[in-house]
């Protein structure tokens, strides 16, 4: 959840570790610092908030180095503070910075206060640099302390380590939390994050669970977890350096709003032949798993756990496949029973997601024999544990507000939805309709992005509200979730979201002038039955914001703005009415002064349970 950036060359670091830290700020974050090594001495800066403030210390009193590590904090144990910010550093000998959480601190912190240690931070972090300074004093090397430390942690880390008395060595491991080593012409980079180092390389080297690396200027050195040197290969990035700017957008969420038809053409992009998806899209040995699964499980969190409400519809309706979905990081924890022939699908747009990656882990202790991830980056975690993978191909997404991850999530999992169901019930003519529709899906996105000013117009009527709530039916209802997560996460506005047919049931008591009720409306099945419960809120003064398909003949009126969405089947209907959703939870933030892309208190990677 926090920002790793290091390096090890033969210019100033400092320079590339500030760009590095600007780069990772749409993790979230709470404080930032750096650390360098320069004349056998550590030379370490930390301050409260943004990076912004971190580099205006540092130009008032310049520090540089050829060897140094940055990090951005997200609070977890400690409040943010100054004090508890990275780089910790162990008797000015050893500075660490640390993504993770260490389970055993408080054991570890008694031990070493017993040794004489005095602690600075309220932090699980500065246990790990102490006990690495400690190992120091009697092993012949950094790595070697790193390699006696790392065995006494339990917990998750990535961790980015540097000495005073090793002025020529970095030293990059990695446990549960994700770690990068940039390649570059004589001088090597590492981050949490592949964005920090555009500015300086291409090349990427991505470490494995349990890796330890040993970095200097004139090689690289990398053990596996049992302790075997190792080579891993070098990716080169398809990514550049301005793929992660806003360019004319004023946020980076608006712009990801904007890229969805775009992102969207890239997912279908040459996994169909003939109009007909091809199974191999999601690995070599798709058809054969796909062959022997009776039922789908689901397991995924926040957004991403959404996309898979609404896939659940899809599955059980369309392919007539049994499918259940819950949320990751309560699935390990209540005793689950899976059956063998079960296709666990995991999505996460960052692949890094730690309580989606323990319920997969904890899915195949169960027996399941299958798994697939819906993912968004190459090389992460979850992608390198599941048997199949399909990259939804959504390009970065900088906003901590996913949005065009979701969309494109919903893409794949259609397409999931289809090569699963050809076991099953799904028709070739049913395929062959779902396909056209998903080709046809980028151009009704365009079309709904027309009514970006007449939402902003609408969005006005948020400036005084405390509260909200969304409605929905069917696949909507899992729409209606997300556009009140979306409300709440970057405008601080309560908001909930509730199935329609639920509101008799106690949400109605909720209904007044001062509670807005956004409603997704398209023309479906449930039409009839969603009109009746709008009447519900209408009979006692609600006032009602409706979403509705534009071949509906209903108007404004006192108790109902309508803002007509451009006809869309049914298929593919839930990313269309998502985009109206997106827009205006963007406009009402604007609108309340927020801080669009990295709203308080969340971050983009949730690598930490």
């Not at 055993?104 to 005095?118: A, D, K, S, W």
């Amino acid at each position: 959840m926090c920002g790793i950036v290091g390096g090890i060359a033969q210019r100033n670091v400092v320079p590339i570790l500030i760009e590095g830290l600007k780069r990772l700020e749409y993790r979230g974050y709470d404080s930032a610092g750096l650390a360098v090594v320069h004349d056998n001495e550590i030379y370490r800066k930390r301050e409260l908030g943004k990076v912004k403030g971190l580099e205006a210390l540092i130009d008032a009193d310049p520090i540089a180095g050829y060897l140094g590590i940055a990090h951005t904090r997200w609070a977890t144990h400690g409040k943010p503070s100054t004090a508890n910010a990275h780089p910790h550093v162990s008797r000015d000998k050893i500075a660490v910075v640390h993504n993770g959480i260490i389970e055993n601190h408080e054991y570890l912190r008694e031990v070493q206060t017993g040794n004489g240690y005095i602690f600075t931070s309220e932090t699980d972090t500065e246990v790990i640099v102490h006990e690495i300074h400690h190992a120091r004093e009697s092993t012949d090397s950094l790595l070697s302390a790193v390699k006696q430390t790392i065995k006494r942690l339990e917990g998750a880390y990535a961790l980015g380590i540097v000495s005073a008395d090793d002025p020529d060595t970095l030293i990059a491991c990695r446990k549960g939390s994700p770690l990068v080593i940039g390649v570059g012409f004589g001088e090597y980079f590492i981050a949490s994050d592949v964005a920090a180092l555009l500015p300086v390389t291409q090349r990427f080297i991505f470490l494995e669970e349990g890796d330890i690396a040993k970095i200097t200027i004139k090689e690289l050195l990398i053990y596996d977890v049992n302790d075997q040197l190792v080579k891993r290969p070098i990716k080169q990035s398809q990514l550049t350096a301005d793929a992660v700017d806003k360019g004319e957008y004023r946020h980076y969420m608006l712009k990801e709003i904007y890229e969805q038809p775009l992102a969207i053409s890239q997912t279908l992009e040459g996994r169909f032949i003939n109009n007909r998806l091809q199974e191999n899209a999601f690995g070599h040995n798709a058809a054969e798993v796909f062959d022997n699964i009776k039922s789908i499980q689901i397991l995924a969190c926040g957004t991403s756990y959404h996309s898979g409400l609404v896939a659940r519809y899809w599955f059980e309706k369309l392919a007539r496949v049994p499918c259940n979905i819950e949320v990751a990081s309560e699935f390990r924890y209540r005793s689950p029973v899976l059956s063998p022939d079960t296709l666990i699908v995991t999505i996460s747009q960052s692949g890094e997601t730690a309580d989606t990656l323990a319920a997969l882990q904890e899915a195949k202790k169960l027996g399941a024999k299958y798994s697939i991830a819906i993912c968004n980056v190459p090389e992460s975690s979850l992608v390198r544990e599941s048997d199949l993978v399909l990259m939804t191909r959504a390009g970065p997404e900088i906003g901590v507000a996913s949005t065009k991850a979701f969309t494109t999530q919903l893409v794949a999992l259609m397409m999931l939805v289809m090569a699963v169901g050809r076991r099953f019930e799904l028709t070739e003519a049913m395929e062959e309709k779902i396909t056209s529709e998903l080709f046809s899906l980028p151009k009704k996105i365009e079309d709904v992005l027309q009514l970006d000013e007449e939402i902003k117009t609408l969005s006005q009527q948020f400036a005084e509200k405390q509260h909200a709530l969304f409605l929905g039916r069917g696949t909507h209802y899992p729409i209606a979730m997300e556009g009140a997560l979306k409300l709440k996460e970057i405008s601080y506005i309560h908001a909930e979201a509730y199935p329609a047919g639920e509101l008799k049931h106690g949400p109605l008591a909720l209904i007044d002038v001062d509670m807005p009720v956004i409603v997704v409306a398209p023309n479906n099945s449930l039409l009839e039955k969603l009109k009746s419960n709008m009447q519900e809120v209408a009979a006692r003064g609600g006032q009602l914001i409706v979403f509705m398909d534009e071949t509906l003949a209903a108007e404004s009126d006192k108790n109902s703005q309508i803002v007509k969405i451009p006809q869309v089947d049914n298929e593919i209907s839930p990313m269309v009415y998502t985009i109206p959703l997106q827009l205006l939870s963007y406009h009402v933030a604007v609108l309340k002064g927020t801080d669009v892309d990295q709203p308080r208190n969340l971050a983009k990677s949730v690598t930490v349970e």
